[in-house]
């Protein structure tokens, strides 16, 4: 399983774009990279995947480099409501759908 | 569309004893997910259970089971809890028939429990 490495926290100011960054330097050429974010007293919610391209939603922009061993979580325009923990997770894609593996993501604080 | 649903919200074990957590998947999910979160950590993978049988299974102890009904709803049972057994339980839920490329997972809301 690949290991990542994100901040354990960051700041941002409402309104302002946030990135996220995490690193997966051992990941497989199989593996996607999904985002999941848990709001406080909730349950983790999915927010974006990608496997190479970048990729944008209605909730996000997933931008991932070229060597795939990073990517960054881009949050347009940060609102209050986004405040949560963002945890980066490499996953096979079609494969263990139960074996997400959660590190302890970034917690992310958002300044009115 | 309820989303999951998970009972108890909270619950207080005494060393010893055992639990049964319960999960009611989204609408249209076959596939159950149960994860285990201590305070301050990222969830763990417990086990995933498809069509009434554990699928997966991640490193905890034969005291954690489960089952799945044929309703795809399910149950967690840990037995000889631990202290170090207190923690968030999540369910999650997600689709094997829809045929689409990639199944998120739904979270429910969790079960805390407290084990003194």
């Known amino acids: 399983d690949a290991k990542t490495t994100q901040p354990n926290s960051m700041e941002s100011n409402e309104e302002e774009p946030v990135h996220l960054p995490c690193n997966h330097s051992?990941?497989?050429?199989?593996?996607?990279i999904h985002w999941y974010r848990q709001l406080p007293s909730q349950g983790p919610e999915y927010v974006i995947h990608g496997l190479t391209s970048n990729v944008n939603n209605r909730m996000a922009s997933l931008a991932i480099a070229e060597d795939r061993k990073s990517s960054t979580l881009i949050l347009h325009r940060a609102t209050l409501r986004d405040a949560a923990v963002y945890y980066c997770i490499p996953a096979n894609y079609g494969g263990s759908q139960g074996n997400l593996i959660f590190g302890k993501g970034t917690k992310l604080s958002v300044k009115p | 569309d309820a989303g999951v649903t998970q009972s108890p919200t909270h619950l207080i074990k005494t060393r010893g004893q055992q639990v049964t957590l319960r999960c009611s998947p989204k609408s249209g999910h076959d596939t159950v997910s149960w994860y285990q979160q201590a305070l301050g950590q990222g969830p763990q993978f417990i086990f995933q259970y498809y069509e009434e049988e554990e699928r997966q299974r991640g490193n905890f102890p034969d005291r954690f089971s489960g089952h799945q009904f044929p309703n795809y709803s399910s149950e967690l049972n840990v037995n000889a809890l631990l202290l170090g057994d207190s923690a968030l339980y999540l369910c999650a839920s997600s689709s094997q028939i829809t045929g689409l490329p990639y199944n998120e997972q739904f979270f429910g809301p969790g079960t805390r429990l407290t084990v003194l």
């Open positions: 051992t990941i497989s050429g199989t593996d996607y």
